[in-house]
C-alpha cells in the first residue's frame, strides 16, 4: 500500500510539474509572439530580453529537460517567426506537428479550382437600414477603394482593408438602383428612381450637408455609368438607363454644384437641383426596361442591355444618342440582363433569362460566335478576369460558373450554400484585379479568393520540412536538386516547380548531407556528408554509382565535407572532385571508371602558418608520383626550404581554417583562390607553380574578446572571367541587338526581359563599335568586333562576400579594385552567397537577413575597371531568414533561392516578383507577366537602383530671397534712372525705383564674416547667445525713394494741374516730383543696412 501511495504521489507531482512547465511555456509563447508582431511592425527595439532562438531554445530546454530535440524546437521557432498568428500548441514541441498540409487535405480537389471558396471571408453591412441589400458594387482601381450602394439609400466607400472611410444614409423614398464614381468631380454619383444623387465622400463635416439632388426625372433610373472624358477637366459625363426604354447622356460640371465657392465657407449647404437646368441628350433604344449600361472604352462605345427581345443588346457609339440613325443591334430570346466586355479575346457576352450565354463579335450582330450552356436558372450577373481569360456568370439561384473564355470550358461550379431561404438575392458581383477576389452583395458582403492568390501570399512557402542545406542547379535537364538537414535529397522540374523524385537517407540513416555538386555534362551528382563519405550518383535516374567510404581513424566532424566542385578531365567515365573540408584542408578526389571506390590522390599544403611568418609568395614543386599524371590540377608540394615545420606565436583562439574557394581552369589559367575565417585571401597559381597571399586585414591575427571572432571571415568567393566563346557571343549580341535597334527602333524594346538587365552593357559596347567603325571608315562586318575584343582578354578579377556585409574585388596582384556595401534599406549585413551567370554579365548575392541583390557587371570587367559600370539593379527580401543559395537562370531570367526556413523560391530577375515555390500545386508562370505579390512572410517590397547620371543631371534648385547687390547699385546712374521713369497714373505705384533694381540673388561669401561678442545678458538666454556679424556698409549711398506715397500724392497734384488747363502747372509739378524723388520724407538706408559706429 504505501509503495503504491508512493507511486500516487509521484505520478500527482510529475502531473502538476508538467502543468506549470505548460503554463510557463504559454508565457514564453505569448511573449514571443508579441515580440515577432513588433519586430514586423518596425516596432520593437532590441535589448536584454529580446528572445531569438538561443534563449528560446535554452528556456524551453529548462521547462521541458534534455529529451526535447533541437529540430523539432527549431520548427516551432520558425512557425512563430514567419507567421505569429497561426494557431500552435504545446504538443508541437515534442514534434507532434499540426501542420496546414493536415488542415487541408480535405481541399486537395478544390485546391486546383479557380476560386477557394473555403477561404471565404463575409462582412456585414453597418451604417444602413435592418433588411437592407447592396444594390450596387464600384471598384476604383486606380484608387484602391470599393464603393457599396445599398437598396434604401446607404452609401459607404471601403479602403483596401475593407473598412469604411465614408458613409452617407440618403434620406429619400426612392431606392438606389445604381452608382459610380465620377473621375472629374472626384465625387460618387448614385441614382434613385428619380434622382441623381452627387456626394463628396472627402469632405468633412455632416454628410448630408456635402450632397446634392438633381430631379425630377421623366422616367425611373435603373442604372448609371461614367463616360470617362480625360479632355475636360472640371466636367463628367454619366449614362443612365430608364424603364422606359431611353438611354440619358446627362453632363455634369463643377460649376453646377458650386464647387468653386470661396474657402470662408466651412460647409456646403445641400441643395436640390433642378433637372432642366442641366444638359440631358436621351434617345429611346429599347421597347423595355434598360437593365445594364456601361461604356467600354476600347470600343469607344457604349452599350445597353434591355428585355426587349427584338432590340436586347445595342452597342453604339455617343453621337447616335444626338440623331435618329441605325445602331448595332443584337437580337436574343427574352432579351438580356447583364453583358461583359473580354477585352483580350475581344468578345460581348450576354445572359438573360433563356438561361445561355451568348458570345458576340463586336462587329458581328446577326448571330453569335459561341454558346456556353450549364445555368439552370435566370442570368443575373457576368464578370471577367482578363487576366485568367475567365468569365464568371451568376444565375439567381445563388450559383456560380467560372468558364475559360478561350476554350469555352467550364471550370468551376460554386453555389452561396450559407444563405436561407428568406435570404435576397446576390445583386450586385464584381472582380477586384488589385486582390484577386471575387465581391458579391447581398444583405452581405461575400470576398471569393483566387486559389492562386491564397496559395502565394497565405500559405507558408514549404519545400522541405527542415532546413536547406544545399541547392544546384543542372542547366543540361533545366532540373534543380535541394538537399535538407534531414538528408532527404528532391529533384525539381524548373519549367513547373513539380518534384520528381525523391531519396532518403542518400549517406545512411542520421546522416547529414552537407554539400553537392553537378557535373558540367549534367549526368553525374556529387554528395558530400557530415562524416567525410563523398558518393557519386547518377542524376537521371538516382542510383549510386561511387562511393568514398569512411575510414577507420577518422574522428567525428574531423573530416565534415563543406563545398565540392567537379573539374574536367579528358578521360570518358573518370572524374575528378575538389573536395572542402570545414577543417580547411583541400583535397582532389577521383574515380575512375573500372574502379568502383572513390580515391583520395592528394591533399594542397598547409600554407597560412608561412604567409603568417611574413612571407607573401611561396613556391611549390610538382610531385613526380604515378598516380598524380594527367589532371588539371597537379599534385604540388612545399620546397624543401619551406616544407619545415612552422612555430606560430599566435593567439589559439585565432581560427585560420579555410572556409571557401573556387576554381578557375580555361584559357591558359589554373589557379585556386581560398579564403579563411580571419580574412586572408590566398591565390594557388599552377602554372608558375606558387602560392601568393592577396590580402590580410589588419587585425587578422588580433584577438579582441569585445569583438565577434568572426567578424573578418569571407563566406564567398568566385572568379569572375569570359571565355573566348562569352565574349564572341557578348560581341554578336551586340551587332544584333543594334541593328535590330537601328531598323525597328522601339519594336523589341519589352520583348522578354533578358534584354532589360543587359540594356546598358549592349548600348555601351554599341556605342564603342559604331564609333570605331565610323574612324576606319568601313562598313557593319560583324567580323571586325568580335577579333578585336579576342586579340584583348581581361584578366580574371576576385570577388568575394564578406561577414561585415561588404562585397570587395580583388585583381590577381591583390589590388583592391572595388569595396562597396549593398544597399538594402538597412545597415550592414551578412553576405552569405555569390553567384554569377556563365559569361559574368550578372552578379548575385544572398545575405543574413533573406534579402538577394543583383548587379550588373557587364562592362566592369574591361580595365581599367570603371567603378560607375559596377550597378546594382535591384535588391528584394526573398526570405524572413537566412539565405543557403542564389541562382540565376539565364535563359528564363529567374532567380531562384533556398533559406533555412525549408522552402525553395523563384522571382523574376527584372522586377523581384514572386513567382511561386517548390511543391507548390499551381503550375509556375514563368513567361507571363505576374502580379506583384508577396510571400506571407515577407512585407518589404523590392528597392530598384537607378543610374548615377539621373540623380546628377536633376540638381536640386533652391529659391533664395533676394539680397542687395553694391555692384548693380553703382553701375546704375540715379538721374538717368530717374528720367527715363513715365508719369505716373492716379493710384499707381512707380516699380522704377534704383534699389530694386539693384536687388540679385544671393552669393556664397567666400571670406569669413568677422564676428564680435556673443553674449548678451540684457537680451535674455536665446537671443543673447546668438552671434553678431559685422557687415561692411556700401562707400557711397543716397537716399532711396519713398515707396508709393509720394506716387499718391503727385498723382493727385497732376489731377489739379489738368483740372487749371495750364502746361507750366504740369512742368513745375514734374519738377516738384523729381526734387521729391531725390529727397523723400522716409530714408529706407536703416531698414537694410544697420548703423555702424566708427
Not at 887 to 894: A, G, H, L, P, S
Not at 905 to 915: E, L, Q, S
Not at 992 to 1017: Q, W, Y
Request: with cysteine; net charge neutral.
Amino acid at each position: 500500500m504505501e509503495i503504491s501511495e508512493d507511486k500516487h504521489v509521484s505520478v500527482t507531482n510529475e502531473f502538476n510539474n508538467f502543468t506549470d512547465a505548460l503554463k510557463k511555456f504559454g508565457k514564453l509563447v505569448e511573449t514571443t509572439v508579441i515580440q515577432k508582431k513588433e519586430e514586423r511592425l518596425g516596432l520593437y527595439v532590441k535589448n536584454e530580453d529580446t528572445i531569438d532562438y538561443e534563449k528560446f531554445y535554452e528556456s524551453v530546454l529548462e521547462l521541458f529537460g534534455p529529451e526535447i530535440k533541437s529540430q523539432d524546437v527549431k520548427s516551432f521557432y520558425r512557425k512563430l517567426s514567419n507567421n505569429p498568428d497561426a494557431p500552435v500548441d504545446w504538443c508541437e514541441i515534442f514534434g507532434y506537428f499540426l501542420s496546414e498540409e493536415d488542415a487541408l487535405a480535405s481541399q486537395l480537389d478544390e485546391e486546383n479550382l479557380v476560386f477557394l471558396v473555403s477561404r471565404k471571408q463575409r462582412i456585414g453591412l453597418t451604417g444602413g437600414w435592418k433588411r437592407d441589400v447592396v444594390k450596387c458594387l464600384v471598384k476604383i482601381p486606380q484608387l484602391d477603394f470599393l464603393i457599396i450602394a445599398t437598396q434604401k439609400g446607404s452609401i459607404t466607400v471601403l479602403n483596401s482593408q475593407m473598412r469604411a472611410q465614408a458613409n452617407i444614409n440618403v434620406t429619400d423614398t426612392s431606392w438606389i438602383t445604381g452608382c459610380d464614381y465620377l473621375p472629374q468631380l472626384k465625387r460618387i454619383v448614385a441614382v434613385t428612381e428619380r434622382t441623381i444623387i452627387i456626394w463628396d465622400y472627402k469632405a468633412q463635416g455632416s454628410s448630408q450637408d456635402n450632397c446634392f439632388v438633381i430631379k425630377p426625372m421623366d422616367h425611373c433610373l435603373l442604372c448609371v455609368c461614367v463616360v470617362p472624358m480625360t479632355d475636360h477637366l472640371c466636367r463628367d459625363d454619366i449614362l443612365m438607363g430608364d424603364d422606359g426604354g431611353f438611354v440619358n447622356r446627362f453632363t455634369l460640371n463643377s460649376d453646377d454644384f458650386g464647387l468653386k465657392q470661396s474657402k470662408n465657407k466651412k460647409k456646403m449647404q445641400s441643395q436640390i437641383l433642378d433637372s432642366k437646368n442641366f444638359k440631358n441628350i436621351k434617345r429611346k433604344l429599347h421597347n423595355d426596361w434598360v437593365m445594364k449600361i456601361k461604356y467600354i472604352q476600347p470600343l469607344n462605345c457604349f452599350g445597353s442591355c434591355s428585355l426587349d427581345s427584338i432590340h436586347s443588346f445595342v452597342l453604339e457609339s455617343l453621337k447616335r444618342l444626338e440623331d435618329n440613325m441605325p445602331v448595332r443591334e443584337f437580337s436574343m430570346p427574352r432579351g438580356a440582363n447583364t453583358f461583359v466586355y473580354c477585352i483580350k479575346a475581344n468578345v460581348i457576352v450576354t445572359g438573360g433569362d433563356d438561361k445561355i450565354l451568348r458570345l458576340w463579335h463586336p462587329n458581328i450582330s446577326t448571330k453569335p460566335v459561341g454558346k456556353l450552356v450549364g445555368h439552370m436558372f435566370s442570368i443575373t450577373e457576368l464578370v471577367t478576369n482578363e487576366k485568367d481569360q475567365h468569365v464568371i456568370s451568376l444565375s439567381s439561384a445563388k450559383v456560380f460558373r467560372v468558364w475559360d473564355i478561350q476554350t469555352l470550358s467550364l471550370l468551376q461550379v460554386f453555389h452561396d450554400s450559407q444563405g436561407g431561404p428568406g435570404d435576397m438575392q446576390i445583386y450586385a458581383v464584381i472582380f477586384d484585379y488589385n486582390h484577386g477576389m471575387l465581391v458579391t452583395g447581398s444583405s452581405v458582403i461575400d470576398m471569393y479568393p483566387l486559389t492562386r492568390m491564397i496559395q502565394d501570399t497565405k500559405q507558408i512557402p514549404h519545400s522541405h520540412d527542415q532546413d536547406i542545406n544545399v541547392m544546384v542547379y543542372n542547366r543540361t535537364f533545366h532540373q534543380l536538386l535541394t538537399i535538407c538537414s534531414e538528408s532527404i535529397i528532391k529533384v525539381w522540374e524548373l519549367e513547373t516547380g513539380h518534384q520528381i523524385y525523391q531519396i532518403f537517407d542518400p549517406h545512411g540513416s542520421s546522416i547529414e548531407v552537407t554539400t553537392a555538386a553537378i557535373d558540367k555534362s549534367g549526368f553525374v551528382l556529387a554528395t558530400g556528408a557530415y562524416n567525410g563519405t563523398l558518393k557519386l550518383w547518377d542524376f537521371g535516374s538516382g542510383q549510386e554509382m561511387k562511393v568514398l567510404v569512411e575510414r577507420k581513424d577518422w574522428k567525428e566532424g574531423d573530416h565534415w565535407l563543406h563545398q565540392l566542385t567537379f573539374l574536367l578531365t579528358n578521360e570518358k567515365n573518370h572524374f575528378l572532385i575538389l573536395a572542402l573540408e570545414y577543417n580547411g584542408r583541400i583535397k582532389l578526389v577521383q574515380g575512375k571508371e573500372e574502379d568502383p571506390l572513390l580515391a583520395v590522390i592528394w591533399e594542397l599544403p598547409e600554407v597560412v602558418p608561412i604567409f603568417i611568418q611574413g612571407k607573401k609568395v611561396i613556391s611549390l614543386t610538382v610531385s613526380s608520383k604515378p598516380k598524380a599524371m594527367n589532371i588539371p590540377i597537379p599534385e604540388v608540394e612545399l620546397e624543401p626550404n619551406e616544407d619545415e615545420p612552422v612555430v606560430l606565436n599566435i593567439n589559439p583562439g585565432i581560427s585560420t581554417e579555410v572556409t571557401c574557394f573556387d576554381v578557375l581552369i580555361m584559357e591558359g589559367y589554373n589557379m585556386i583562390a581560398a579564403a579563411t575565417v580571419n580574412g586572408i585571401i590566398i591565390l594557388w597559381n599552377f602554372v608558375p607553380c606558387t602560392v601568393t597571399e592577396l590580402h590580410r586585414p589588419e587585425d587578422a591575427l588580433i584577438l579582441d574578446p569585445d569583438l565577434d571572432p568572426k567578424r573578418l571571415k569571407v563566406n564567398a568567393m568566385l572568379f569572375l572571367f569570359r571565355s573566348s566563346d562569352c565574349v564572341r557571343k557578348i560581341s554578336e549580341e551586340s551587332i544584333t541587338s543594334s541593328a535590330r535597334s537601328d531598323s525597328t527602333h522601339g519594336l523589341q524594346s519589352n520583348k522578354g526581359s533578358k534584354s532589360s538587365i543587359y540594356e546598358a552593357e549592349t548600348k555601351g559596347e554599341h556605342s564603342g563599335g559604331t564609333k570605331g567603325e565610323t574612324i576606319a571608315g568601313q562598313k557593319n562586318d560583324t567580323a571586325i568586333l568580335p577579333s578585336t575584343l579576342l586579340t584583348e582578354h581581361p584578366p580574371p578579377v576576385l570577388v568575394t562576400a564578406h561577414e561585415d556585409g561588404h562585397l570587395r574585388i580583388w585583381s590577381m596582384q591583390g589590388k583592391l579594385l572595388k569595396d562597396m556595401l549593398p544597399f538594402t534599406k538597412h545597415s550592414a549585413i551578412s553576405l552569405t552567397t555569390l553567384h554569377t551567370d556563365v559569361c559574368a554579365r550578372v552578379l548575385l548575392a544572398g545575405n543574413m537577413e533573406g534579402h538577394v541583390i543583383l548587379w550588373n557587371i557587364g562592362s566592369f570587367l574591361n580595365p581599367p575597371y570603371d567603378e560607375k559600370k559596377f550597378k546594382q539593379l535591384i535588391a528584394w527580401r526573398g526570405h524572413a531568414l537566412k539565405i543557403v543559395n542564389v541562382i540565376y537562370v539565364e535563359d528564363k531570367q529567374v532567380v531562384l533561392t533556398s533559406s533555412v526556413d525549408g522552402s525553395v523560391r523563384i522571382w523574376h530577375a527584372r522586377n523581384g516578383h514572386y513567382c511561386g515555390y517548390f511543391g507548390q500545386r499551381r503550375t509556375f508562370e514563368l513567361n507571363e507577366v505576374t502580379d506583384f505579390i508577396l510571400p506571407c512572410d515577407v512585407s518589404e517590397h523590392p528597392v530598384e537602383v537607378k543610374e548615377e547620371s539621373k540623380y546628377t543631371e536633376k540638381k536640386q534648385k533652391y529659391e533664395y530671397p533676394l539680397v542687395f547687390d553694391r555692384d548693380k547699385w553703382r553701375k546704375m546712374s540715379s538721374f538717368s534712372l530717374l528720367f527715363r521713369q513715365p508719369i505716373p497714373k492716379p493710384f499707381d505705384v512707380n516699380q522704377e525705383f534704383k534699389f530694386f533694381k539693384s536687388l540679385s540673388s544671393p552669393k556664397i561669401r567666400r571670406n569669413i564674416l568677422e564676428s564680435t561678442m556673443t553674449g548678451n545678458r540684457e537680451a535674455g538666454v536665446i537671443f543673447g547667445s546668438l552671434p553678431i556679424y559685422r557687415v561692411p556698409s556700401p562707400t557711397s549711398l543716397r537716399f532711396l525713394p519713398l515707396i508709393g506715397a509720394d506716387a499718391h500724392k503727385e498723382s493727385s497734384e497732376n489731377f489739379q494741374g489738368k483740372k487749371k488747363g495750364g502746361r507750366i502747372l504740369h512742368s513745375q509739378s514734374r519738377r516738384r516730383s523729381l526734387r521729391k524723388s531725390l529727397a523723400p520724407g522716409v530714408n529706407l538706408t536703416s531698414a537694410f543696412f544697420p548703423v555702424i559706429q566708427k
